[in-house]
């Protein structure tokens, strides 16, 4: 069975002083700061509104994909006894034709289309900052909403989400999604793993969540404990801590559905087709230009093995990799350290250096690839299509810029590093190492070498 890489329970925290505050605060106090609402942000109202006029969030579809049903025969009888909770959008948004975005209720407002109803009441959460109040929407929604259980499925599609969100410590996940103290780092290490019997028993309620980690630290048994422990560990040096915490700002967040429509943008790379000289003109388009630069930390040399092993130590962009390309391989985040993009599995790829550099200068010009069309019909088809590739990673973090409102001269400046090619060979002991257990773990299972 391939390894993957073992979250401890201290590598759930991106610094010891998230892990102190976990421990210090009550879940109410953590959500109260996480929220930091006051009265003078937001009047609440109680209407009876069309339901034609309200649009739910992706993420708040998927947190009941499973259990939206439920409510249709109750709502029949009884009507929706309890009013639903909505945002006021701005006057921008009013142009798509929808008032409202649903906060809490998504089974009543099931239940009363079912039903035939065209009205509900309502409270509306109608705040000063629309931008904040988006922001906002999906802890609220899990703070109202605490009485419907939700699947494992469903959890997990919440958990990566308010992941990338820096000021959401691994306590205040566990709180808003109603998980156990110790449930994040346990939920993460089964999900991540690539035992997929242990994944599909949590999945299918086949154990609970304590009964499928065990099992996983039972499978795990067998391992290699040597090689794992050289390629794993954490530096929680205060200069370490100090970096992450700069990383927590008052800046604007990429909204939630920001995330989920960014990351999916990068799912279909592999699914590419061939490309043509007649697609030139559409990859040299920029993306308009549409303000504040945040810092970076070190990345976790367990999370890079595992980023690596995944992607079968190969660049995502053009194929090049294996034992002959450790040394040349980089492990790049899709939604960028500078617009909040974090350190988890869902947000990292592989690129080789050639690429990662080209997709960071695409990205400190807008998008935009920097050749003329005979240039670019000079390279075989293959070599095109690895641009295609790399240039749809680069107009994803200059579309998350934008969303930042960063000018290009802020790009510029917060990815001058990444335009600096690196000594090839840096980090390659911690690359060795996991391609080491990659290929033992391979011939443990009867599969062959390159």
């Known amino acids: 069975m391939e390894e993957k890489t073992i979250y401890s329970e201290d590598s759930v925290y991106d610094s010891p002083l998230e892990k102190e505050y976990d421990g210090t605060f009550d879940g109410d106090t953590k959500t109260a700061n996480l929220l930091n609402l006051t009265a003078d942000k937001y009047v609440r109202t109680q209407k009876v509104i069309n339901l034609s006029e309200i649009v739910a969030s992706a993420p708040l579809k998927n947190s009941r994909k499973d259990t939206s049903i439920g409510l249709t025969k109750t709502v029949?009888?009884?009507?929706?006894?309890?009013?639903?909770?909505?945002?006021?959008?701005?006057?921008?948004?009013?142009?798509?034709?929808?008032?409202?975005?649903?906060?809490?209720?998504?089974?009543?407002?099931?239940?009363?289309?079912?039903?035939?109803?065209?009205?509900?009441?309502?409270?509306?959460?109608?705040?000063?900052?629309?931008?904040?109040?988006?922001?906002?929407?999906?802890?609220?929604?899990?703070?109202?909403?605490?009485?419907?259980?939700?699947?494992?499925?469903?959890?997990w599609d919440l958990y990566r989400v308010l992941e990338m969100r820096s000021q959401v410590t691994p306590g205040t996940l566990e709180y808003l999604l109603q998980l156990n103290g110790g449930d994040a780092m346990k939920l993460k290490d089964v999900m991540l793993c690539d035992y997929q019997e242990v994944k599909d028993m949590l999945i299918n309620n086949e154990k609970d969540l304590e009964g499928c980690y065990r099992a996983l630290q039972k499978l795990r048994k067998e391992e290699n404990q040597l090689l794992r422990d050289d390629s794993t560990g954490f530096s929680d040096t205060a200069e370490n801590a100090e970096e992450m915490a700069s990383n927590v700002g008052s800046e604007k967040q990429l909204s939630d559905d920001d995330v989920r429509e960014l990351l999916e943008m990068a799912d279909d790379l592999d699914e590419m087709d061939d490309i043509s000289s007649d697609d030139f003109g559409e990859l040299n388009k920029g993306i308009d230009e549409g303000q504040k630069v945040g810092e970076r930390h070190p990345l976790d040399p367990a999370l890079k093995s595992a980023v690596l092993s995944r992607d079968d130590f190969r660049c995502k962009c053009c194929g090049f990799g294996g034992a002959a390309a450790l040394g040349v391989l980089a492990v790049h985040h899709i939604l960028p350290v500078h617009v909040g993009g974090k350190d988890v599995m869902d947000n990292l790829t592989t690129l080789c250096l050639n690429h990662h550099i080209l997709l960071h200068v695409a990205e400190r010009n807008g998008g935009k690839l920097q050749m003329t069309q005979d240039d670019f019909n000079k390279y075989s088809s293959e070599e095109q299509l690895a641009l295609k590739k790399t240039l749809k990673l680069a107009k994803i973090a200059v579309d998350a810029d934008r969303r930042r409102n960063m000018s290009l001269d802020d790009v510029r400046k917060a990815t001058t590093d990444s335009i600096r090619h690196p000594m090839p060979g840096m980090g390659l002991n911690v690359t060795q190492a996991a391609y080491s257990v990659a290929q033992q773990n391979k011939n443990d299972k009867g599969g062959s070498d390159e």
Not at 82 to 93: F, K, L, R, S
Not at 136 to 141: E, H, I, Q, T, Y
């Open 76 to 155: 029949c009888e009884l009507g929706v006894v309890t009013p639903i909770h909505v945002m006021a959008v701005g006057a921008e948004d009013e142009d798509y034709d929808y008032k409202y975005i649903l906060i809490d209720g998504l089974r009543r407002m099931y239940g009363a289309m079912k039903n035939g109803l065209t009205e509900i009441d309502a409270i509306v959460w109608d705040f000063n900052d629309k931008e904040l109040g988006k922001e906002l929407l999906l802890p609220l929604s899990l703070l109202l909403n605490r009485s419907q259980k939700r699947s494992w499925s469903e959890v």
